[in-house]
């Protein structure tokens, strides 16, 4: 059912319990005609009688098969369509699984590299077992470029993949090279 249903079947649902106790109350009070005469016949008070002790128990399970159905009714009037539920939702112990491929961790790493400045080029290789990878990294610098500008950038680098990735390497090997070729 669509939200626009669900409030409707709401709106008529409340309009007639309103009613029926508008009803109740007004002949109670003995404003209706008919004030003095009992809701229910002779009939069905004679068979309420009758089944003293069961009849008070059979409209307690009545009662209780209703307020389950009116809590499902009411749960799916809440439910917001395209919302996930269940435990998807929930944030878990966080022992899951990620798969990404060797080269798209490489390749982040090389393009921060390169975006420091006096770094030519650089290539990442990484070994060894996921929590503590070994990281080997190659860079190449610009002749001009300054060796503690440059380590300070290689390290604020790797330091920002370690802790993208969430664990530390087990081993850093970084070699810088002098590049001479593009002058």
């Given at each position: 059912m669509s939200n626009a249903a669900h409030r409707l079947l709401w709106t008529?649902?409340?309009l007639l319990l309103v009613a029926a106790g508008a009803v109740g109350s007004a002949v109670g009070l003995g404003w209706l005609p008919g004030g003095g005469a009992p809701l229910l016949g002779d009939g069905p008070v004679a068979w309420w009688q009758a089944g003293t002790p069961w009849t008070a128990l059979a409209v307690a399970a009545g009662g209780v098969l209703l307020a389950l159905l009116g809590q499902r009714l009411l749960a799916a009037?809440?439910?917001?369509?395209?919302?996930?539920?269940?435990?998807?939702?929930?944030?878990?112990?966080?022992?899951g699984r990620t798969r990404v491929a060797?080269?798209?961790?490489?390749?982040?790493?090389?393009?921060?590299?390169?975006?420091?400045?006096?770094v030519r080029r650089a290539r990442v290789l990484l070994t060894g077992p996921v929590t503590r990878p070994d990281?080997?990294?190659?860079?190449?610098?610009?002749?001009s470029a300054g060796l503690g500008a440059a380590r300070a950038q290689v390290d604020a680098a790797v330091r920002r993949f370690a802790a993208t990735l969430g664990?530390?390497?087990?081993?850093?090997?970084?070699?810088?090279?002098?590049?001479?070729?593009s002058r």
């Open positions: 008529v649902l409340a009037g809440l439910r917001v369509p395209g919302r996930l539920t269940g435990t998807l939702t929930h944030p878990g112990d966080g022992g060797t080269e798209v961790l490489t390749g982040t790493l090389e393009r921060d590299l390169l975006r420091a400045p006096g990281v080997w990294v190659e860079v190449g610098l610009d002749p664990c530390r390497p087990g081993h850093l090997d970084v070699t810088a090279v002098v590049d001479e070729t």
